[in-house]
């Protein structure tokens, strides 16, 4: 069983950055992948980025390759997502998701209860 509690959301203006952490309670964290996923109002679950158990891996959505990064520390059991140039089209819930390395949310066995970012323009 693992627990995933995520952290850093807030309020930011266009143009501005925020990192998400995600803290993962258990000994098994590094056996999974890790993703991060979003969901706006009204919106499907999108697929965001993912991170492989060694961290040596990383996929990213096109609407965020090139400003965000996903990484991890196995030490502490924590993956992080550092958002640069944030956009009002990246206000949503964020969450992560521990599972197999995928874009696929279904292929995630474990979830947070996500953190809320708001960027305002």
């Known amino acids: 069983q693992v627990q995933l509690v995520e952290s850093g959301g807030g309020l930011v203006q266009a143009g501005g950055s925020l990192r998400l952490s995600c803290k993962a309670s258990g000994r098994t964290f590094s056996s999974y992948a890790m993703g991060w996923f979003r969901q706006a109002p009204g919106k499907e679950r999108a697929f965001v980025a993912v991170i492989s158990q060694t961290g040596g891996s990383t996929t990213y959505a096109d609407s965020v390759k090139g400003r965000f990064t996903i990484s991890r520390d196995n030490a502490k059991n924590t993956v992080y997502l550092q958002m640069n140039s944030l956009k009002p089209e990246d206000t949503a819930n964020y969450s992560c998701?521990?599972?197999?390395?995928?874009?696929?949310?279904?292929?995630?066995?474990?979830w947070g209860q996500g953190t809320q970012v708001t960027v305002s323009s």
């Open positions: 998701a521990a599972g197999q390395y995928s874009s696929r949310w279904l292929t995630y066995d474990y």
